[in-house]
């Protein structure tokens, strides 16, 4: 108790900066999910893709990232084991922020698509087990994240590999491509409304206190896909295409309309992955916050202080601007070649694949939820069609982001607590 009184500012301080670096981690890596297929498919040029995620990005993190945050992320340690020791909970969140950013500047200069969620999980389980005790983890937790990196990029893989299947087969195969597209896109676009609506219903409404019920949440959803789909038949049927034109020309034109449909897709995955991914820097900085600010209570909830999310944001929006590049690159080209029709495919897929997650309580990645999409879209074309040396590069990285944020965040937590302690 007394090394938080006697530091109260410093580690306040620590958490802030560490917050930052972990949020730019994010930004870094963790928003070329959504952006990654626009680019590879040449929807967006790169400085675009940017400019729109710093936006919606900064949008979702600022507007709907919460003004009360779970102090310890996914339910993954036992606070009670804290209760007498509080000062060691705030050392290993401060560790766990630096561990989990290291990590992410390290597999963002590598061009390594991880799971920024993962990163802070592993972080904190190691510092918690080493520092605390291994009964002071609840491994039950743990398990159904290292799951999800089977399931989560399954799902999504297989989503993607019907969804790009039934385009191929109901447009581009078809004699006039063109008519087929102005009679089925509409669909896809209603039924992107929909998924896309509920990705934001659930990801981010909840955050600015509209706490819909999943029942209106659904009918609210359904009612703008309807709307989407509508709108997106009258403006297809406006667009003037020659019918008579070889089918190349056809197909550039089809792809043109995924095009603008994956850019509408993009733009409100990023609002609600900024909504939603925030919190995994700005919780352990709120707990440190909340820890240090109330003399060593320690609560599952706390009250944002108001700078708190812009911190978050900004750091999100800075590592975007400054290093995305890599991970977008290798999401949207290093793994398969990607067209317009394929990135919606992909984008979709995730978004459908968030939205199962979302209601069946199943731990997701959004990052390898994406990769998993990407991989069926490529698959749907065989498997020649993959850059298996990427990918096999993917999944290793995925293995060692836990371990990894696990070892840096026990080392970080000793070497703390023995500047502090001494």
Known sequence: MDILSTYHMTLIVLAAAFGLFMAWGIGANDVANAMGTSVGSKALTIKQAIIVAMIFEFAGAYLAGGEVTSTIRKGIIDSSHYTHVPELLVF???GALLAAGTWLLIASWAGWPVSTTHSIIGAIVGFSAVGVGVESVKWGAVVGI?????????????????VFLSAQKLIFDAENPLRMAVRYVPFYMGITGFMISLVTIKKGLKHVGIDLSNNEGYILAVAIGVVVGIIGRILIARLKFDEKADKTSHYVNVEKVFGILMIVTACSMAFAHGSNDVANAIGPVAAVVSVVQSGGVISPKAQLVWWVLPVGALGIVLGLAMFGRRVIATIGKGITHLTPSRGFAAELAAATTVVIASGTGLPISTTQTLVGAVLGVGMARGIAALNLGVVRNIVVSWVVTLPAGAVMSIIFFYIIRAIFSA
């Not at 799951?147 to 019907?162: K, R």
């Open 146 to 162: 290292v799951g999800s990196w089977v399931i989560t990029p399954l799902i999504a893989g297989v989503i993607a590999y019907f």
């Open 92 to 94: 290993g969140m401060i």
